[in-house]
């Protein structure tokens, strides 16, 4: 089955600076490459998303590039924010059953 | 954009009880819904999908007849733990898709059950 390694698990920043998470994946087939947001105790939040036919989106400060030579995508927060703290998880989507395979995660936490 | 609702949101059982989770999608109408567990500081892991109308599929290593999933509509799916044992303590999270040819995935707030 499809598999995706997210890196790094932990991440931590000073407030204002740029975070990157990475993710690398095997399978060709895949065509969507969504990135979520979980707080504590939360389901996950649906911040950005990106199909194969882009390289790369733009939402305010979050960015997501994807490079389908290389098979990896990634995550860009700049200008972070304290309220950005949370785990980060991407995705893998493409198959005609919809399901995704999820990262391990990435605990990113702003310090004020 | 997309709401998807949990109920409840927490469920505190014994050991041998049945639990029922219901997910409905708000505003839209669900094609297809999606079932995970997540455990502590773990990722989020398919347990099974539903189309509304036709029975679940499940993934390998989940147990259909101690997880049983109804989507009897296009807005509401639910998931039944049957005799619930401890180990069956986790984070519940359901998703929805819309129509034909939606890939993205709404999800829920999730339900945590803690099986005493």
């Known amino acids: 089955g499809e598999n995706v390694e997210q890196h790094p698990s932990t991440l931590s920043v000073q407030e204002g600076d740029s975070a990157v998470i990475k993710c690398t994946y095997s399978?060709?087939?895949?065509?969507?490459f969504p990135w979520y947001k979980q707080e504590l105790g939360k389901g996950p939040q649906l911040i950005i998303d990106?199909?194969?036919?882009?390289g790369e989106k733009k939402d305010q400060r979050i960015a997501v590039t994807l490079n389908k030579t290389a098979k990896h995508f990634s995550l860009h927060i700049t200008e972070t924010q304290p309220e950005d703290s949370a785990v980060y998880f991407c995705a893998l989507g493409g198959g005609s059953n919809y399901k995704l395979t999820f990262g391990k995660g990435t605990l990113l936490t702003v310090n004020p | 954009g997309a709401v998807v609702s949990q109920h409840p949101s927490w469920v505190i059982c014994k050991s041998g009880t049945s639990v029922k989770i219901e997910c409905r999608s708000l505003d839209f109408q669900a094609t297809t819904m999606f079932w995970y567990r997540q455990f502590p500081k773990q990722s989020l892991m398919l347990m099974a999908t539903s189309n509304e109308g036709s029975k679940a599929t499940y993934e390998q290593g989940v147990e259909k007849d101690k997880f049983l999933i109804n989507h009897a509509s296009l807005t509401l799916s639910t998931l039944t733990v049957t005799s619930a044992h401890p180990e069956d303590s986790s984070f519940y999270i359901c998703?929805?898709?819309?129509?034909?040819?939606?890939?993205?995935?709404?999800f829920g707030p999730g339900t945590r059950l803690t099986v005493l």
């Open positions: 990106i199909r194969s036919n882009v």
């Open positions: 998703s929805a898709r819309g129509g034909l040819g939606d890939v993205e995935q709404f």
């Open positions: 399978d060709s087939a895949s065509n969507y």
